[in-house]
């Protein structure tokens, strides 16, 4: 508990930074915008993830619990092995059912590989290479419901449907914000990776 209010702290404390200290997010191209749609190519990056059982809530803060755990020094570093490192946090927090069961993960710093990034304590937490892909988004405020997350995701394959994409793979929940950020302040997003047509 004293990690995720560590956490929780300074992820507060960066959010409410200066723009020259923002939180760094992972870089994509912007290919398409419409309203509050977007479609996106992300470049590659590395995860720090965890797999939770329960419901969306208690899942979710299982699963920031354990990863903030190893970025906060959880971890032995891949230089010193009897030292650990602290990682920066990144946003967003995304989460996608898998199996009956939750996998949270958090964007490593750019500045980190797999290579260099410490090696996690615990064996619950697994770091992993994303490649670069191809995602449609949706943007909302407020808190992410079950209802919301259903409404916005709704819209969404709806968009993609419209547009002849192919969804290739689950729908994932990103949350950017921190916890003591007013709901109408807030950004989430709903993330589906997507296949396009060969000749667009």
Known sequence: MHAVLIALCAWLALLSAPA????????????????????RVYAPFTVAEVRVDGGF???????FRL???????????????DRSEKI?????????????????????????SLQTLPQPNNAAVQLRNVDANTVAA?????FTTESAITERTAQLRQWIESKGWQVSGAAQ????????????NRRNEILIPVSLPTNR
Do not use: C
Not at 73 to 78: C, E, F, I, L
Not at 173 to 184: G, Q, S
């Open 67 to 81: 990863i903030a755990d190893y970025i906060f020094g959880n971890n032995r570093s891949t230089t010193q092995s």
């Open 173 to 184: 929940i990103a949350r950017y914000n921190d916890p003591f950020t007013l709901p109408f």
């Open 88 to 112: 920066a946090m990144t946003a967003p927090v995304t989460v996608e059912p898998e199996g009956g069961r939750w996998r949270m993960h958090f964007v490593m710093p750019s500045a980190h």
């Open 20 to 39: 020259a200290m923002a939180i760094e997010e992972p870089r994509f191209e912007l290919l398409l915008q419409e309203d509050r749609k977007e479609l």
């Open 57 to 63: 809530d208690e899942a979710s803060r299982r699963g």
């Open 138 to 142: 949706i943007r909302f405020a407020g």
